[in-house]
C-alpha cells in the first residue's frame, strides 16, 4: 500500500492549530459554555442591515460569489478614500495573512514579530517554510522599534505588528506608528494588522500613504462589524501588491452571501457605533469585576480585556480552568510575561453576569491550588 508523498517540510510539521475552537472545547466538556468571552468575537451581533442582506442573498446561494468582489470593493474605497486597485477582499485576515506569507515567504525567509502576539500569523510562517524571529513586548506593548531593529539584523522580509494589540488590547498612536517606519529597513514590508482599529480611540489608525510601499493594511469584518462566522477580511496597500494576491489567491473564495452582508454592514455605521459604545461599556464592567476581586485590567482599544491575575502563567492558567469549569470561555496570552493574563471579550450584561459570578470561584480554586 502506498502513502501520499508529503514534502519534507510537510513531515517536518506537526499537525496543529492556532486555536482550539470553542465548539471543540464544548464536546470535550460535554456541555456549552454558558458565556462564550474567549475568542473576541462581536457578541452584540452584526447589523440588522447585513442580517438581511444576508438573508436575501440566501436565494442566490447556487451562485459562485463575485471573484472580484466588486460591489464591497468599490464601497470600501470610498470608505477610505482610496482607488479599487489598492483594497483586496478575502476570507478573514487569517486568509489573507496565508496569503501574503505564500507570496513572501520560502525556505529560508526570515520574518518578525512579536513573543506571544497572534499566532495564526506565526503559524502560516512555519507552514510556508520560514524561519520567525521574535522580540519581547515592552510594557505589555508591541515594540515596532525593536521589531524593526529585529528586521534589521536578520535582513527580514516580513515584519507583523498588530495596533491595537492582540492580546494585550494595547495600542500605539497612528502618528508613532509612521515615525517609526523609518526604522523599518529596505527591502523589508510592514503587515500592519489594524483588526480592532474600530475599537480604539480617534488616531489609532495609522495616516500611511496609500501608495507606500513598505506597508500593508489589514481590515476585519470579525470585530466590531459581528460577522466572524462570514470571514470577510480586506488588505489595503499600494497596487502592484494587490495585485500580486491575484496569484496566488482563491478567486472564488468568498461567498455571495458574506460579501452582500459586509457591504450593508459598512454601509450602516449608525449600528458600528452603537456596538463601539456597548464594547466600552463592557470594558468598564469588566474593569470594575477585576477590581472587585482583587485583580488588575489592563487599559483596552479592543473589544477584550486582558486581566492582571498578580502570579506567573500557571497560576493565570488555573484561574482560566476554573472558569471554564463553571462555563465560561475566556483564554490567556502564552508567553511570558504576558500569560499572567486572562483575556476576556466584551459582552452582553448576562455573559457579564456569568464571569462576575464564576471569577471569585475560579481564583479560591487557584490559590487552594
Not at 97 to 114: A, E
Not at 173 to 180: K, N, P
Request: hydrophobic share 45%.
Amino acid at each position: 500500500m502506498t502513502t501520499p508523498r508529503y514534502t519534507p517540510l510537510t513531515q517536518s510539521r506537526p499537525a496543529t492549530v492556532p486555536f482550539v475552537g470553542p465548539e471543540t472545547q464544548e464536546r470535550e466538556r460535554g456541555a456549552p459554555f454558558a458565556a462564550r468571552l474567549g475568542a473576541n468575537e462581536n457578541i452584540f451581533g452584526p447589523s440588522p442591515k447585513a442580517i438581511a442582506a444576508m438573508q436575501a442573498e440566501a436565494g442566490e446561494i447556487w451562485k459562485y460569489g463575485d471573484a472580484q468582489s466588486y460591489d464591497l470593493r468599490m464601497e470600501l474605497a470610498r470608505f477610505h478614500g482610496v482607488a479599487p486597485e489598492n483594497i483586496l477582499v478575502g476570507e478573514g485576515i487569517d486568509g489573507l495573512l496565508g496569503y501574503l506569507v505564500r507570496l513572501l515567504v520560502t525556505s529560508g525567509d526570515h520574518v518578525v514579530t512579536s513573543l506571544g502576539a497572534y499566532p495564526t500569523f506565526n503559524y502560516h510562517v512555519a507552514g510556508f517554510g520560514g524561519t520567525l524571529h521574535t522580540v519581547p513586548y515592552r510594557d505589555d506593548h508591541e515594540d515596532p522599534e525593536a521589531l524593526f531593529a529585529k528586521a534589521a539584523e536578520v535582513d527580514a522580509k516580513l515584519v507583523y505588528l498588530a495596533n491595537p494589540d492582540n492580546p494585550m488590547g494595547s495600542w500605539h498612536s497612528g502618528a508613532d506608528i509612521v515615525a517609526a517606519l523609518d526604522h523599518l529597513p529596505d527591502g523589508c514590508l510592514l503587515l500592519l494588522d489594524e483588526a480592532y482599529v474600530e475599537c480604539a480611540p480617534e488616531g489609532t489608525a495609522a495616516p500611511i500613504d496609500i501608495n507606500d510601499t513598505r506597508v500593508i493594511r489589514m481590515h476585519t469584518f470579525s470585530k466590531a462589524y459581528g460577522m466572524a462566522g462570514a470571514r470577510v477580511g480586506y488588505a489595503m496597500a499600494q497596487a502592484d501588491l494587490i495585485s500580486a494576491f491575484n496569484k496566488v489567491r482563491n478567486h472564488f473564495g468568498m461567498n455571495r452571501m458574506a460579501q452582500a452582508g459586509a457591504l450593508a454592514a459598512l454601509l450602516d455605521q449608525d449600528w458600528l457605533a452603537h456596538v463601539t459604545n456597548e464594547i466600552a461599556v463592557a470594558r468598564t464592567r469588566i474593569g470594575e469585576i477585576a477590581s472587585e476581586n482583587g485583580l488588575t485590567a489592563l487599559p483596552s482599544a479592543t473589544n477584550f480585556v486582558a486581566i492582571d491575575c498578580g502570579q506567573d502563567g500557571a497560576f493565570a492558567k488555573a484561574v482560566l480552568d476554573g472558569l471554564v469549569d463553571q462555563g465560561v470561555f475566556v483564554r490567556m496570552p502564552f508567553a511570558a510575561p504576558q500569560n499572567r493574563c486572562i483575556r476576556v471579550s466584551c459582552g452582553r450584561p448576562q455573559d457579564l453576569d456569568a464571569f462576575a459570578k464564576a471569577l471569585p470561584i475560579a481564583l479560591e480554586r487557584a490559590r487552594q491550588a
